[in-house]
């Protein structure tokens, strides 16, 4: 810690009057108004007094946390609009978004270039309360028929980000690139944007949602850009037992050594609740309600250099695996669907042991001690080195201890379990060079107290695991050398 402080000082020292090594911030988790999608579209009016119902609560937790003494606060993907509208109904509720580039105060300068009410109004809440403000919704962008991509209706659509410094100036826009499955009435910008800026607290990027899932721009920010915090804003489906929302966010932020503000809408019909705060040594603190449709409001304080501390230094995920002499697997293996994918998978059926499965090029090694072997909950030992899905997006290697319903069902996750473990310690043959670490315990909860990482790729728990159930540990490494968008790029990272 000493030594960042004097790192920082030389860095801040050139761009700033001052600067901090330590900054408060807070995400918000918002429960949105819907439109009803199968209606009509409404006129612009309509659609601003819709947008301002969302607006009105947002600015309440803007106002709470800036007394609480955040410095920046992230609101959700979809907290103001557009979620599930149509390319036709969407359109009353977009604004044209400019470049930040033009030096723009939208609560000074409302008519600068031409209707903005939401950026007027996002705007006056961040100088009002001098506070950084992210938040997310539409840009519109006239295309013409001399652009071969450019839409029928004569715009590009853009699911959007935007950030307001304590100034209200507008000091960031990024349009999302990877749209979700059945997000049609936006557009994906040509190229990935890399979308940064500075504060006296570290650098800033910018992604959204299923963005986190893919190399360029997410992990480009981390490793090209040096971003020491990102701010995600998402509207996402929880998906165990490797993706939901607190589970997975949190491991991006140990495994790429970032912090990341994650920001989720709530809809507990939909299965999404879960934001946090994030950071490469702490878990949290998060919010994750399934029982009540409310919004939260999560705060707390980071560290401002997350590329400079002293203890950076890269895990070498395959290292210790790569050293076990003879890869023995289990003698009795399956192979059982989890998700989408066919894993090899072996029981755990005694109360401690060792265990061992391949699949393709991936062998992981586990030694577990449960605290009892219950006769009514089954564990598996799962690996998996392929294309996660159908659609063959991108490429997975994934070491798994895992609660399956039954040996014959592993396929429907359960947030349940009972089973406690006294010790375990699991390691896995890795081609991938990012591994994001996950311990995940009964109920869907998060304790960074429970498990470390070792510098040589195992991830093993602390003492106090025993007090808790585990639903499942996983080391999910992404070989995004085998993205089929990143095929042609010799070397990455
Ligand atoms: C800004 O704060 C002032 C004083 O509290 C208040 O009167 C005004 O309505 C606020 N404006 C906005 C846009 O929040
Ligand atoms: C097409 O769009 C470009 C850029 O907006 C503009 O300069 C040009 O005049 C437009 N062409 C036509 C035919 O509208
Ligand atoms: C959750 O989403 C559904 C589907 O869009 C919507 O009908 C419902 O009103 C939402 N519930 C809440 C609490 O926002
Ligand atoms: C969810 O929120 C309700 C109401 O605030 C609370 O009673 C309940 O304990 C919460 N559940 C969890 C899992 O935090
Ligand atoms: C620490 O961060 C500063 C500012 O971002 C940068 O200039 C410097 O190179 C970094 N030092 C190390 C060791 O990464
Ligand atoms: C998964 O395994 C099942 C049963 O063995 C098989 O029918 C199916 O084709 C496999 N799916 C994939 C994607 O390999
Ligand atoms: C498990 O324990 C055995 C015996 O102590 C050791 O050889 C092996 O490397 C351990 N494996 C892991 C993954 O810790």
């Known amino acids: 810690m000493l030594f960042t402080s004097i790192f920082i000082f030389v860095a801040c020292s050139i761009e700033f009057t001052y600067c901090m090594d330590k900054f408060i911030a807070a995400v918000y988790e918002h429960v949105a108004f819907f439109p009803d999608p199968s209606q009509p579209p409404v006129s612009q009016e309509e659609a601003l007094a819709h947008m301002n119902r969302n607006i009105d609560v947002l600015e309440t937790a803007v106002i709470t946390a800036a007394r609480k003494g955040a410095h920046i606060i992230v609101t959700p993907e979809y907290a103001i609009c557009c979620f599930d509208l149509n390319r036709k109904n969407v359109f009353p509720y977009l604004e044209d978004i400019p470049d930040p580039e033009v030096n723009w105060i939208p609560c000074n300068e409302p008519n600068r270039f031409g209707r903005a009410p939401v950026q007027e109004r996002l705007s006056c809440i961040a100088k009002n309360n001098s506070i950084y403000f992210a938040a997310n919704f539409g840009d519109k962008k006239r295309c013409n028929a001399s652009d071969s991509h450019c839409p029928l209706d004569g715009y590009y659509f853009y699911d959007t980000t935007v950030v307001f410094d304590p100034e209200g100036k507008l000091v960031a826009r990024y349009h999302k690139y990877h749209l979700f499955f059945g997000e049609s009435q936006f557009n994906a910008p040509e190229k990935p944007e890399i979308s940064t800026f500075d504060t006296p607290f570290g650098k800033f990027g910018i992604f959204i949602c299923y963005d986190i899932l893919f190399y360029n721009p997410a992990i480009v920010l981390v490793t090209l850009h040096n971003v020491d915090t990102i701010i995600f804003t998402t509207a996402w489906y929880n998906t165990l037992p490797h993706y939901s929302a607190i589970q997975f966010h949190s491991s991006w932020a140990l495994g790429m050594r970032s912090n990341l503000l994650s920001s989720n809408l709530h809809n507990s019909s939909l299965d999404m609740t879960g934001s946090g705060i994030f950071s490469p040594n702490k878990l949290g603190p998060y919010y994750y309600n399934k029982t009540v449709d409310e919004g939260h409001l999560v705060i707390s304080e980071l560290n401002s250099y997350t590329r400079n501390t002293t203890e950076w230094a890269p895990v070498q995920w395959h290292e210790y695996a790569s050293h076990i002499k003879k890869p023995l697997q289990s003698s009795k293996v399956f192979t059982r669907k989890l998700l989408l994918d066919n894993y090899t998978v072996t029981e755990l059926t005694e109360p401690q042991g060792y265990a061992s499965v391949c699949h393709n090029h991936l062998c992981c090694y586990l030694n577990y001690s449960m605290m009892e072997k219950r006769n009514d909950e089954v564990y598996v030992l ?67 107290d429970v498990f470390e990482v070792l510098k040589d790729g195992r991830l093993v728990n602390k003492p106090k695991i025993s007090f808790k159930a585990l639903l499942n540990i996983n080391l999910l490494g992404r070989n995004y050398m085998k993205d089929p968008t990143n095929l042609n790029i010799s070397k990455l990272s």
């Not at 609660?403 to 429907?412: D, G, I, P, Q």
């Open 382 to 448: 799962g690996a998996y080195d392929g294309y996660h899905g159908p659609y063959q997006v991108f490429y997975i290697e994934v070491c798994t201890l895992v609660k399956c319903m039954s040996l014959e069902n592993c396929r429907t996750a359960t947030d349940t379990a009972y089973t406690k473990f006294e010790s375990f310690s699991l390691a896995g043959t890795f081609q991938s060079t990012i591994v994001y670490p996950q311990v995940l315990l009964t109920g869907v909860q998060l304790d960074p």
